[in-house]
């Protein structure tokens, strides 16, 4: 049985006081604006919409070592709220049977802030085990190159062990498994779904593994998985 838990990490600037693009002001009136334009909006007809912002000051893209500024209010028009969820949080696999591997699925659903990408991490607090302390171990793979950080193939009924793959980048195949960075050992929680650009429900498939030789003990194993899904900003 695995426990599922996911948080979410958001970075938030605090302003001590108001900062105004423009200012004008008269006896009569007193106008702060976020920028100064000719024109902006939404615009649309029967064959295309539009939204734009015309005379802006410095807008477009500016980077250096280290720093990337994009400038311009249509960098976050129209915006979307950073948004992460699965689908399911309790993962059963049942009865095992020896050399016959089991497998199971969670789907991860994801929004990034317009022109803006994301990145989600995992990590176990520890391998499948049982109150005493007896695991099921991480999977090393076929060729015994599988880590928290390196995905190997896993098709043989004898390799034996738990780990999970996602339909992502960082898989080269659906038969290529990693293991999930271990708290307990103090492992460093790896990335395996990211994008630079913005995505909108973007759903992320993983796949869990387990197997077990016939000299595993029974019982009831568990532990629990954690995602941490954080927006680019």
């Given at each position: 049985?695995?426990?599922?838990?996911?948080?979410?990490?958001?970075?938030?600037?605090?302003?001590?006081?108001?900062?105004?693009?423009?200012?004008?002001?008269?006896?009569?009136?007193?106008?702060?604006?976020?920028?100064?334009?000719?024109?902006?909006?939404?615009?649309?007809?029967?064959?295309?919409?539009?939204?734009?912002?015309?005379?802006?000051?410095?807008?477009?893209?500016?980077?250096?070592?280290?720093?990337?500024?994009?400038?311009?209010?249509?960098?976050?028009?129209?915006?979307?709220?950073?948004?992460?969820?699965?689908?399911?949080?309790?993962?059963?696999?049942?009865?095992?049977?020896?050399?016959?591997?089991?497998?199971?699925?969670?789907?991860?659903?994801?929004?990034?802030?317009?022109?803006?990408?994301?990145?989600?991490?995992?990590?176990?607090?520890?391998?499948?085990?049982?109150?005493?302390?007896?695991?099921?171990?991480?999977?090393?793979?076929?060729?015994?190159?599988?880590?928290?950080?390196?995905?190997?193939?896993?098709?043989?009924?004898?390799?034996?062990?738990?780990?999970?793959?996602?339909?992502?980048?960082?898989?080269?195949?659906?038969?290529?498994?990693?293991?999930?960075?271990?708290?307990?050992?103090?492992?460093?929680?790896?990335?395996?779904?990211?994008?630079?650009?913005?995505?909108?429900?973007?759903?992320t498939t993983i796949t869990y593994k387990i197997n077990i030789s016939s000299s595993q003990a029974a019982g009831t194993y568990q532990n629990y998985i954690v995602y941490t899904a954080t927006p680019q900003?």
């Open positions: 049985m695995i426990k599922l838990y996911y948080l979410l990490s958001v970075i938030c600037y605090l302003l001590s006081s108001p900062i105004y693009a423009q200012h004008f002001e008269s006896s009569n009136y007193n106008i702060d604006w976020g920028n100064f334009n000719m024109t902006s909006g939404r615009k649309s007809s029967t064959n295309y919409s539009l939204t734009d912002t015309v005379g802006q000051n410095a807008p477009g893209e500016y980077s250096k070592t280290g720093v990337k500024l994009k400038s311009g209010f249509q960098y976050i028009y129209p915006f979307d709220e950073f948004s992460f969820a699965i689908d399911n949080l309790d993962i059963n696999f049942g009865t095992l049977t020896p050399s016959i591997a089991t497998t199971a699925v969670s789907t991860l659903t994801t929004t990034s802030p317009s022109g803006l990408g994301f990145q989600i991490t995992t990590q176990e607090n520890s391998p499948l085990r049982l109150n005493s302390g007896t695991t099921i171990p991480d999977v090393l793979g076929d060729n015994n190159l599988a880590s928290e950080f390196v995905a190997d193939t896993w098709t043989n009924a004898t390799t034996y062990g738990f780990g999970f793959n996602a339909n992502t980048t960082y898989f080269s195949t659906t038969n290529h498994f990693r293991q999930f960075a271990n708290i307990s050992q103090s492992e460093v929680p790896q990335i395996f779904d990211s994008s630079n650009t913005h995505v909108k429900n973007h759903t900003y």
